[in-house]
């Protein structure tokens, strides 16, 4: 009787607490898996959950397994058959109730590659638009001796499928690479993105399928890969020096405003990330690589020679992750470039990070973690 009576509050009184409370690993040394095992081929995305105790989705690009260029991971990028430079790269839909890695679930191809306009993919962002309850899916592609252009597509739900509806996002610089999107609480919408070395935000239509021309301009030159979010009423803009799939990783320049259109302030004069290459925090885990060499004068570098990344990484994007109090954890990622476990593009794993912000809204440097803690 008395273990009929304990089961039934297990099931009655513990499990409900279980199942909304759950804590997990996140593990910077193993590659992610999937849900059979293999090695999630799945970078430069968006990685977000839409409804409370629902899935995350990740919305990320497959680049197929290729070998990574010897040396540096721009080269050859001038030919269309090169690694990390071909045309068929898939948008992956991936799905996980907790973000661990052996729990990623394969959804399917966002849109296939015949029915979206012809480039090398990056950079895929989904964001939930409240104004026409859409999902609304943006990336950024590469077309060779022409600007590099965004792409929009539309579903009913995050697993789409997604349909093109404007094949070049008219941003009134013409066109871009890295971008990001935010979505305010008001329902408004803007894009952070790099053109010709330099950085702008730009709010868009209320469908997001235009952009309306408004927009500021930041100072810093040779940035990209920018995270566009809002905390606590603050704006940040989150950018970094240009990393041309790099393997010594960027910085992460913060700045901050009240305003979506600014103007920002940076935070310090200088990053979260980049540190002096003599600093005995960079162990030799960080650089393990078959192929990879660090490209001269890119990412940390081009700010300081003497510096690197310590965690690595070029920023991605942030992760909202919040417990069932209601805390949020902003998990920053970023995509380690060239540091394929075997060598293999598709391999190129990514470190994952909680960022530290302070009361006056500040974020705290990065550290290299080998694992965290992490209340789902
Ligand atoms: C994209 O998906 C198609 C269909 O599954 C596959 O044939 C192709 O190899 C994929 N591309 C990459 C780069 O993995
Ligand atoms: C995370 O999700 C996977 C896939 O559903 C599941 O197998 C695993 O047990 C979950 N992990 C935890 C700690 O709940
Ligand atoms: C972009 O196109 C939309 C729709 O035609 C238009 O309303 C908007 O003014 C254009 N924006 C810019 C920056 O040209
Ligand atoms: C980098 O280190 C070298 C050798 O110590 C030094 O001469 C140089 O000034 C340093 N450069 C910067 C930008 O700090
Ligand atoms: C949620 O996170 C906050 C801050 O770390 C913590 O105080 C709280 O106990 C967490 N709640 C649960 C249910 O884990
Ligand atoms: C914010 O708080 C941190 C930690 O207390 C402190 O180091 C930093 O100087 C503060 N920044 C500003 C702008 O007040």
Redesign the pocket.
Known sequence: MKKILNSLLYVFFLFPLFI??V?VTINNLQPRLDINGIIMDAHDGSIQQFEKNGLYYMHAMQYGLCEEPPNYGCDGAGMSSKCGFQMNHNISIWSSPNLTSGSWSYVGNAINVADRPAGVVFRPHLVYNPNTKLYVLIWNYMRWNLPSLYAVAIAETPSGPFKLINSALNVSRGGGGDFDILVDDDGNGYIVYSQNYYMSVEQLTPDFYYSTGKSYMFKEYFVEAPIFMKKNNIYYVLFGWCCCYCMQGSGVLVHTSNNPLGPYTLQAEDDLACVTKSDNSITNVQLKSVNGLPTPNQGCEFHNINTTSIVRSQQNYIIKVT?????T?YVWTGDRWQQAPDGIKGHEPQYWTPLNFYENGTIGKMQWLDEFIL?V
């Open positions: 909304h409370a804590q417990n069932s109090t209601g805390y954890t209340n």
